[in-house]
């Protein structure tokens, strides 16, 4: 009885919900000759994980914040553990798709007949677990490991196929976030450290008054460019290169888990390190965010051009990852609009890839030329595709428009109105970019040879599709969560 | 009694074992006395740095003379500190040995490998705890002459040109050595380290006091392989038996920089060595050169083995960086890299020496397909490699945190972002084996390589793990470079 309340204690908690996918990944290796029972180790595990969440949850809303110290490497600088509300956020949108999504996975890996399939589901396992581990991370050394863990767990997914392409794809990404985060971010790490003595989280920052506003505004790019991971333009290529892994990788990893993981770690850093009020007042902010708006624009319009599903996909995640990055700058209603934002666009995104894998698995193909006609065929899978776009987009009756209200709250709220319009924009750009897909698929007449006999996607993707795009609508309804955990991290 | 004599036994009992290993004939039986002779310096090392770390410097007077006449053995913070990393990679080497050698080198040349390794022991482990300049350069040509032995005895025939290269260089830097102690003791007329360093306090002006220092600045420097004074070390690591290159990639360096830490902090002092004399700025300019040309020609190498060998000298150029600052952090960072190099180095060369074992060879191509046929040999070259490109949780990441800390306490920027970007370049050597071992197939007709034995894969494990171990639990690390570094700064400029 003791026993057992001490495990779930919730700094207990933390390390269990950590280790638990680490263990499932052996049991995977362990019963990779059976595919059902290791698929079973892989849902139990991730269903468990979610439930463990949930106490911690309660915890957070209740005021709590638990932490532990799991070792000491640096004198005053510990690899620690803490859950706040936004990292409880991320924790729980990483927690609650990875069971969907290994649904969807086991669906697409046998319909798709992919190879090294007990290899996949490991790695999968462990990135989740990389991915918790970011969301706890107690101080922003412990987040660099484990956001550096993330980029190495994740290459062998990348680079999942095994082909030239693949490996090509893989010098992208690791390059790419291996190079940013050691010449930018470790540097911003190191000067931070020697500025404050410090890399703990603290409400309100830790760098006020520590330096010039110019050497600041330094540091300050060089967080914003060495966080790789958050896309952010010119360092946004890795993105559509890790487009080459199998779809499930792309649907949790690079719509959530490792963006999510560069998004969040700038919300970090200007909630806990910089302070929102310090960032306001620093001169580079304005060119900075200008930049950031550059970048949204600027993808929106890559994406119109891309006929590869997967690459818009990937170029559409690049440009609202930018509006994240945005709230980052505007102060606390910005970073309460970016953390609605990671949830929101979860979710829309989630369900486009669900989407684009389930017309590869079922249709074979990739181009969105190609889709003429297919609606009729696959209607619950185009059905889903127009609710996750609709989120993407921000109109109502999807989650999505929350997310945006805040954020153009947050730009009226500084007098931006550049990057208010900005935001306007895009979100015609979307519609641009997005709409066509399952309109042509509804409304185009296709070439009736080529579409016949295709058939709905395996049953476990439909299921896996329909829970997110019902999702999208329901935090329409239901945001109040959210919204409460995101008001507690600012305020 | 023996306790008293522990100074003195770390180097006795290796050179009194050299000829009975030489006697025993037998490679199993020069092998097993080997790596008795490696632990009991293990455990003589590390009851002399805990010694040292509770009571202070030790200091033991040879044969009763007392110093400053007599050569006093003297053992502070930094140089047990250097007896142990030289001790432990002995003994792990040792571990591994036995099967490599037994592949490599013929049966009747073993024992002449075990007897030349113990000498090489020997005059490492002398050059460290000895307190009289004149008594370094003796065992300075003990550990180089038994060094050259060992590198040609590699099976290679070119091992035989690289032990003449290394030959003529090792010399020509062990006669810079000489001179300069030469010349100071023309000076001073003490061999005494300690004594030497009271007396030339006075002597910054004069002319023969500054070519001693210029003589063993240049000296050292040969023997540490510092670029440009580098070329004698790709082909000697190269071309030595497997085991030799583990051994000398993790010590034999160090121990050059320890020599190089002596003379400069405690002999000299770092007011003379860094105010007086502009040592700060050519070691760091030199030190650059190193990371970036080091790094750079690793990138384009085919032989592994020479692809390590240049990082080495990329890595000793981290070390003099940190050395160049002359402040404590600077010190800590080179120290700590000292003994977190030694254990990545080590490890990745056991795990060539594996590979080694099992393929017949070490080039690109002998990496293809491995990641499947070798994987824990091939896993342990990739958390080797995570860590000489410094990922966070290993040893590589300490040294790289303390070194771009000291050079942003010195205000040099431009330092910091080299040194970031310098172990970027280390990504792209290491992934090129990644790519051969994980996404190549072994060519056509190749033999069926298997996983290498225990015998040598739990001896790299040791190292690999220490090399994980030790990037997240740092207490001994940087307490003892801590403590060492504080030692350098201390003498020599108080007097």
Known sequence: ?491 | MIAANLPALQVVIPLLAAPLALMLRRGSLSHLLALLVSVVSLLISYSLLQAVLTSGPISYAMGGWEPPWGIEYRVDAINAFVLLIVSVIGTVVMLAARTSVAAEIQEKKQSLFYTAYLLCLAGLLGITTTGDAFNVFVFLEISSLSTYILVSLGRDRRALTAAFQYLIMGTIGATFILIGVGLLYMTTGTLNMLDMAARLAPLTDSRTVQAAFAFLAVGTSLKLALFPLHLWLPNAYTYAPSMASAFLAATSTKVAVYVMLRFFFTIFGVEFSFDVMPLGIIFMALALLAIFAGSLVAIFQDNVKRLLAYSSIAQVGYMMLGVSFATQTGLVAAILHLFNHAMMKGGLFLALAAVCYSTGGTSIANFRGLGKTMPWTMMAIVLGGLSLIGVPLTVGFVSKWYLVLAALEQGYWPVAVLVLLGSLLAVIYIWKLVEAAYFQAPDEGAVVVKEAPLSLLLPTWILIGASIYFGIDTNLTVSAAESAAAALLGTGVQP
């Open chain 1, 1 to 491: 009885m003791i026993a057992s309340e001490m495990l779930m204690a919730p700094e207990i908690l933390m390390p269990v919900i950590l280790v638990l996918p680490v263990i499932a990944a052996i049991l995977i290796r362990v019963t990779g000759n059976n595919p059902n029972l290791r698929e079973t180790v892989t849902l139990i595990t991730s269903v468990i994980v979610f439930l463990l969440l949930i106490p911690l949850a309660a915890e957070v809303l209740s005021g709590g914040r638990p932490t532990l110290i799991l070792a000491e490497p640096f004198p005053g600088m510990p690899l620690q553990l803490t859950l706040e509300p936004l990292g409880m956020i991320f924790a729980l949108i990483a927690g609650f798709l990875w069971p969907i999504t290994s649904i969807y996975a086991i669906g697409y890996m046998r319909g798709h007949h992919e190879e090294n399939q007990t290899r996949f589901f490991m790695l999968f396992a462990l990135a989740i677990s990389v991915t918790l581990g970011v969301a706890f991370s107690g101080n922003l050394f412990t987040l660099f490991v484990f956001y550096e863990l993330l980029t190495l767990s994740t290459y062998p997914l990348v680079t999942h196929a095994g082909t030239e392409a693949a490996r090509k794809a893989g010098r992208v990404y690791l390059g790419i976030l291996i190079g940013t985060s050691v010449a930018f971010l470790l540097l911003a790490l190191i000067w931070t450290w020697f500025l404050a003595g410090t890399l703990d989280f603290i409400p309100g920052g830790i760098l006020e008054g520590t330096a010039s506003p110019a050497m600041l505004s330094v540091l300050l790019l060089l967080f914003f460019f060495g966080v790789g991971k958050a896309a952010l333009m010119p360092f946004h290529r890795w993105l559509p290169a890790a487009m080459v892994a199998p779809t499930p990788v792309s649907a949790l990893l690079h719509a959530v888990a490792v963006v999510k993981a560069g998004v969040f770690t700038l919300l970090k850093v200007s909630l806990y390190i910089f302070g929102p009020e310090l960032i306001l007042g620093l001169p580079v902010t304005e060119f900075l965010s200008y930049l950031v708006a550059a970048s949204i624009l600027l993808a929106s319009l890559v994406a119109m051009t891309k006929n590869n599903l997967k690459a818009r996909l990937a170029y559409s995640t690049i440009s609202q990852l930018g509006y994240i990055t945005l709230g980052a700058l505007l102060g606390v209603t910005g970073i309460l609009g970016g953390s609605l934002h990671i949830v929101m666009h979860a979710f829309g995104k989630i369900t486009l890839f669900f989407a684009a894998g389930a017309i590869l698995v079922a249709a074979h193909k990739t181009q969105i030329s190609q889709l003429d006609g297919l609606g009729r065929r696959m209607p619950v899978t185009f059905a889903a595709f127009t609710l996750g776009a609709l989120s993407i987009i921000g109109l109502p009756p999807t989650g999505g428009m929350w997310s945006k209200w805040y954020l153009l709250q947050a730009t009226l709220e500084t007098h931006q109105l550049v990057l208010l319009a900005t935001l306007l924009i895009s979100s015609l750009l979307n519609i641009a970019y997005l709409l066509p897909i399952p309109l042509r698929a509804f409304f185009a007449k296709g070439n009736t040879d080529q579409t016949a006999g295709i058939q709905e996607a395996p049953l476990l993707c439909l299921i896996a599709i329909s829970i997110t795009s019902v999702m999208c609508v329901a935090l329409f309804f239901f945001p109040q969560f959210w919204y409460e955990l995101a008001s507690m991290a600012v305020r």
